[in-house]
């Protein structure tokens, strides 16, 4: 019950935000290329919104805007009050950065300019660690191929091996995308689904070709005419015996 009534609050909130006019307009330029996009700043000012209503509940993430522009609240303390806030609600890192650049783009949309060297000095952004990420050895990925015995997941996962793209790119190829002339095989990549929204074109090995054509070849077989099942007699009273429809089927054939 808890969990429906915290989605519940959630929707109405957003619902809240987005009526207001200057983030809708904000929400519409930010979200013209991507509805991700426009979901993500949506996120983030969501979560403005419920630190202005802690903070400042005399203000909303509209109305805040003037006294900031005219200095009646103090932007840099503003902000490093949102990044402790959102600290505190145990959000991860990564989260917490992107929250913050869409704050500072929603600001800055609205004339009001931050001083980096201001910002560097007194507000403390989250900080992200990155380890080194080691890659997979020539083994793991052979381990893998071994193990798929699925005739669709092979080739696809060899063109991702050989070619590089994008999860999702790999899944939107088409057959007529696909050009088998060419040495090596040529794949292009739509820019719907590319995530630089450019098209591009990419290569695979002639391992991942021949895979590929397989995989075409068995999924346009001739299957030959359709056969239905012929039920024999046998089977069929015994199966009226279990359901006990013997009477009924006397009836009917009397």
Avoid at 38 to 65: M, P, Q
Wanted: charged letters at 30%; hydrophobic letters at 35%.
């Amino acid at each position: 019950m808890g969990t429906v009534t915290a989605i519940t609050t959630a929707s109405s909130n957003r619902r809240q935000i987005e009526a207001l006019s200057k983030v809708d307009v904000f929400l519409d330029t930010k979200g013209r290329e991507s509805k991700n996009i426009r979901n993500s700043y949506h996120t983030a000012l969501g979560h403005l919104s419920k630190f202005i209503s802690t903070k400042y509940s005399k203000y909303d993430v509209e109305t805040i805007v003037k006294p900031l522009i005219s200095n009646e609240i103090d932007l840099y303390k503003f902000l490093d009050g949102f990044v402790s806030f959102e600290s505190k609600r145990g959000l991860a890192v990564k989260t917490r950065i992107i929250h913050l650049g869409a704050v500072k783009s929603f600001l800055a949309y609205h004339d009001i300019d931050i001083i980096p060297s201001k910002f560097k000095n007194r507000v403390t952004p989250p900080r992200l660690y990155r380890e080194d990420e080691e890659a997979q050895s020539v083994e793991d990925i052979r381990k893998i191929f071994l193990a798929c015995n699925k005739r669709r997941l092979k080739p696809y996962l060899m063109s991702l091996k050989s070619s590089g793209p994008r999860a999702v790119e790999g899944l939107s190829i088409i057959l007529k995308e696909v050009d088998f002339s060419t040495s090596p095989v040529k794949i292009h990549i739509r820019k719907q689904y590319s995530k630089t929204k450019v098209a591009r074109d990419s290569f695979i090995t002639d391992e991942a070709a021949e895979c590929l054509k397989q995989w075409i070849e068995w999924k346009y077989r001739d299957r030959g005419k359709y056969r239905p099942r012929m039920v024999r007699a046998q089977t069929f009273e015994l199966k009226a015996r279990r359901f006990d429809l013997c009477g009924k089927v006397e009836y009917a054939r009397a």
